[in-house]
């Protein structure tokens, strides 16, 4: 058999079959090296990508800090997709902004030398021991972090030449006295204003709305008639603070407590003394002799704290005339301790005490005795006390509970609400935005939109909204976004056009009336209105309309006498003439303090930044793939 298989295979047909086999499989391996999926970049920015790598690396190292920053309440809001979006929207424009600000820092020749980089590496806290650079925990970190030495390096270089070039902007600012004395006179600038307003509603008479019109607009603003999903729901809820409203507490158990706990409601004794120290190792006479000495002094009168800052050899109470902290059984040599609590009144000294330490003449300098609070005084907040540590007993013994019927009744919440003696509460539709009290906690709003949530139909777990306050929800309707029909919508539609036009007209009237050059009370007699008049109008505050008052000092100065005047839409769609006939100016001599200017300066120097960053973000051509690194991907 074996021979005959050897034969065959020695043949011209076995050998072409053979030679196909691998000849498949050469190509297969060619074409799956060839067509093996390569990283897409999440943007291009001047040509130069930013890879999805950089993208998630940016993202985690995001993440962290905001999760650091806001704590277990980060878990909820990353649970919102909304919010996971516009962070993965923001991270992306922010490595943009950092892209332009390299490529434009390159071409500035900006450079950072090896030995700097080197230095800096070194320095940086998260890579130090003791406070020495240690190259394992460097190494470590780097692999935590996803980078290779050289990437890091060179992304230490980016940063440090970025630094410089920031520093050199913020450097080159400064705000000179006269500038800022500039901004002080026109922010205590006043106006005569003078104005009158065209009602847009004098003009209905004139608005004609057509179906056209009617169902162009609506086309045309199909977003804002589109409504946010809805749910109606129903829960229980369970509060530790509902629970204590309902417990009475007796006389009885106020009085048990109070007894039991005599300690919390007494005031220690508070006793303090000075000293006068003589050092000695054991007995001495001569020391103790001169302390007698010392105490025979006091007892003719002597002065205490002077005796102690001339005599006593503990230096930090000498300094303040012996005197000591209060003395708490306990902190003391026994000796000095049981002499100083023999004292009883203030001014009484003891007599020459031995110590440890060598020789003590000690004064009583004041003395509160202990003081034990009268139940009455107390009463009340024993009674709160006893409620809260029942609340808090009752509601983890009903939590547990609560849970364990939530779960094995799923499918309604009677028994669960039975459970906690309430009963099951509902809500009529509502979208995230309107949800009250206590369904607007986030958590809560993220479950009851989730859609797996909706489509089980069941309860959830407790939902922790607080401090031993939970609720159990359950999604009892739900109502998906929609594109509300025109039929619904035509009324508003047509009160919008209305406005609309409404305004238009009453704009091409003022618009004509300004082109005669005429004085604002001829203007307003033409339009049978009334002109209002506001002398020496502040800049900031006051009663006009700021609408008004924003206009007004947007307007040239008058010359030759000829008010500037000019008209400024409301929010209301009426059209504000506004006319300056004077400015009044004030003088400003002070010259501002040099911090002032720094801060002006710092300011100026920020918003320029921002500008060139702006500049080069217009001026760049730019091209964001975000699907490419997707939720799902992560």
Same mark, same amino acid.
């Given at each position: ?7 065959g ?17 050469a ?25 999805q ?6 993202l985690q ?11 277990e ?8 997709p ?48 003791d406070g ?6 460097y190494?470590?970190?780097l692999?935590q ?12 270089r980016?940063d440090?030449?970025?630094s ?15 500038e ?6 026109l ?7 003078s104005?009158?307003?065209?009602k ?5 008479d ?38 204590a ?8 158990q ?53 005796l102690?800052k ?6 930090f ?5 012996g ?15 049981q002499?100083?609590?023999a ?9 020459v ?5 060598g020789y003590?003449?000690?004064?009583l300098?004041?003395?509160? !005795?202990?003081?034990?609070? +009268? *139940?009455? =005084? @107390?009463?009340?907040? &024993?009674? $709160?006390?006893? #409620?809260?540590e %029942?609340?808090?007993e009752?509601f ?14 799923p ?31 986030p ?9 797996q ?26 109502? !998906?976004?929609?594109?509300? +029909? *025109?039929? =619904? @919508?035509?009324?508003? &539609?047509? $009160?919008?056009l #209305?406005?609309? %036009? ?11 009336l ?14 049978g ?16 309309d ?8 947007k ?24 006319a300056?006939s004077a ?9 501002p303090?040099?911090e002032? *200017? ?5 300011r100026?120097?920020e ?14 051509e ?13």
């Amino acid at each position: 058999m074996l021979e005959r298989i050897r034969e065959g295979s020695q043949g011209v047909v076995a050998k072409t079959i053979l030679g196909l086999v691998i000849l498949t499989f050469a190509l297969a391996g060619v074409g799956s090296y060839l067509s093996s999926p390569t990283e897409v970049s999440v943007a291009v920015v001047n040509g130069e990508e930013i890879s999805q790598t950089e993208f998630e690396q940016a993202l985690q190292r995001d993440r962290a800090r905001m999760q650091q920053q806001f704590g277990e309440m980060y878990d909820t809001i990353a649970a919102d997709p909304a919010y996971n979006s516009r962070f993965r929207s923001e991270v992306l424009e922010r490595l943009i902004d950092e892209t332009l600000q390299q490529q434009f820092v390159r071409k500035l020749g900006i450079r950072v030398g090896d030995d700097q980089v080197r230095d800096t590496i070194r320095n940086l806290g998260e890579f130090q021991v003791d406070g020495t650079f240690n190259n394992d925990r460097y190494i470590a970190l780097l692999r935590q972090m996803g980078y290779q030495s050289a990437d890091f390096r060179e992304l230490v270089r980016e940063d440090m030449a970025a630094s410089q070039f920031r520093a050199g902007v913020f450097a080159s600012e400064f705000y000179l006295p006269s500038e800022m004395q500039q901004i002080r006179q026109l922010e205590q600038q006043s106006r005569d204003i003078s104005y009158f307003v065209v009602k847009a509603e004098s003009f209905a008479d004139q608005v004609t709305i057509s179906e056209q019109m009617i169902e162009d607009y609506y086309q045309m603003n199909l977003q804002r008639f589109e409504t946010d999903p809805k749910v109606a729901a129903e829960y229980v809820e369970l509060s530790a603070a509902d629970l204590a409203e309902d417990i009475e507490i007796t006389d009885q158990q106020i009085q048990t407590y109070y007894e039991a706990n005599q300690a919390r409601f007494s005031s220690a004794e508070q006793r303090q003394v000075a000293h006068i120290m003589l050092e000695s190792d054991g007995t001495d006479q001569a020391v103790a002799a001169e302390a007698a000495s010392l105490l025979s002094q006091l007892q003719q009168g002597a002065d205490f704290a002077e005796l102690a800052k001339a005599h006593s050899d503990d230096t930090f109470s000498a300094e303040n005339g012996g005197l000591l902290d209060s003395l708490e059984p306990g902190q003391m040599d026994p000796d000095f301790e049981q002499a100083a609590f023999a004292l009883t009144e203030a001014g009484q000294l003891t007599g020459v005490v031995q110590s440890e330490y060598g020789y003590h003449i000690i004064k009583l300098v004041s003395l509160t !005795p202990s003081q034990q609070q +009268p *139940l009455a =005084e @107390v009463r009340d907040s &024993i009674a $709160e006390r006893l #409620k809260q540590e %029942q609340a808090t007993e009752q509601f983890y013994q009903l939590q547990t509970r609560m849970a364990e019927v939530a779960f094995e009744v799923p499918d309604n919440l009677e028994e669960t609400a039975a459970v906690l003696g309430q009963r099951v509460r509902a809500t009529p539709l509502f979208s995230k935005e309107q949800a009250t009290n206590p369904l607007d906690h986030p958590a809560v709003i993220n479950k009851l939109f989730d859609q797996q949530f909706i489509a089980d139909g069941l309860n959830s777990d407790p939902i922790e909204i607080g401090n031993q306050h939970l609720v159990v929800v359950r999604v009892k309707e739900f109502q !998906p976004a929609r594109t509300l +029909p *025109l039929e =619904e @919508v035509k009324a508003q &539609i047509t $009160e919008s056009l #209305k406005v609309e %036009q409404q305004a238009r007209l009453a704009q091409e009237k003022v618009s004509a009336l300004l082109q005669q050059q005429a004085d604002i009370t001829s203007l307003a007699e033409q339009v049978g209105s009334t002109v209002q008049s506001a002398p020496a109008t502040p800049r900031f505050g006051g009663s006009l309309d700021p609408e008004i008052r924003t206009k007004a000092f947007k307007l040239a100065r008058p010359v030759a006498g000829t008010p500037s005047i000019d008209s400024v839409t409301l929010a209301s769609g009426d059209v504000a003439v506004v006319a300056v006939s004077a400015v009044q100016d004030v003088e400003v001599t002070a010259v501002p303090a040099a911090e002032e *200017l720094e801060r002006m300066a710092q300011r100026q120097a920020e918003q320029g930044y921002l500008a060139l960053v702006a500049t080069l973000k217009a001026n760049a051509e730019i091209s964001r793939n975000l699907r490419a690194a997707t939720p799902e991907q992560n």
